[in-house]
């Protein structure tokens, strides 16, 4: 009896990019914490600077405010950034993986798989792959504290089990 050939774990083409990959799910983390601490600002400004009519307060919140949004947005587009390069680079690996496995292949085999089958394999599921990549990278829910199952724009926020 010939024994089966191990499959190889999906994980090890983005071990080019692990820091990458760890790095955008803390950041998102780290964007959500500060919109998190937005209300706790506003409810300073209204509990202690319009309340008593202290302007310095009021004016520190709305900077300490614009110093979170600025940070915000640099985090954002960093984790955005290394999103894209870690799944980029795991669909480049995983693409030349299926490449050299399909190089293997003998001419009867090609025939019996179909050229359109493995150009379908090599592009739109490979691409597939890179889409569900970046979404698992970008797509932190900043209410729950935990990775959000709904699409990565946020605007249309329906869960598996059919609830809005």
């Given at each position: 009896?010939?024994?089966?050939?191990?499959?190889?774990?999906?994980?090890?083409?983005?071990?080019?990019?692990?820091?990458?990959?760890?790095?955008?799910?803390?950041?998102?983390?780290?964007?959500?914490?500060?919109?998190?601490?937005?209300?706790?600002?506003?409810?300073?400004?209204?509990?202690?600077?319009?309340?008593?009519?202290?302007?310095?307060?009021?004016?520190?919140?709305?900077?300490?405010?614009?110093?979170?949004?600025?940070?915000?947005?640099?985090?954002?587009?960093?984790?955005q950034y290394c999103?894209?390069?870690?799944?980029?680079?795991?669909?480049?690996?995983?693409?030349?993986?299926?490449?050299?496995?399909?190089?293997?292949?003998?001419?009867?085999?090609?025939?019996?798989?179909?050229?359109?089958?493995?150009?379908?394999?090599?592009?739109?599921?490979?691409?597939?792959?890179?889409?569900?990549?970046?979404?698992?990278?970008?797509?932190?829910?900043?209410?729950?504290?935990?990775?959000?199952?709904?699409?990565?724009?946020?605007?249309?926020?329906?869960?598996?089990?059919?609830?809005?």
């Open positions: 009896m010939q024994k089966a050939k191990k499959t190889p774990n999906i994980w090890q083409y983005l071990t080019q990019y692990r820091k990458e990959s760890i790095a955008s799910p803390l950041l998102k983390m780290a964007e959500a914490t500060f919109e998190l601490l937005v209300p706790l600002v506003v409810a300073k400004i209204v509990d202690e600077g319009i309340a008593y009519g202290n302007k310095p307060i009021i004016y520190g919140c709305v900077g300490l405010m614009i110093l979170f949004a600025v940070l915000g947005t640099g985090i954002a587009i960093t984790a999103a894209a390069k870690a799944a980029n680079g795991f669909a480049a690996n995983i693409r030349g993986a299926l490449f050299r496995k399909i190089q293997t292949f003998s001419y009867e085999d090609i025939d019996n798989l179909g050229t359109g089958a493995l150009l379908t394999r090599m592009n739109s599921d490979i691409n597939a792959v890179q889409q569900a990549a970046i979404w698992y990278f970008t797509n932190y829910d900043e209410e729950n504290g935990k990775y959000d199952k709904t699409n990565s724009n946020g605007w249309i926020n329906y869960t598996l089990d059919g609830n809005t």
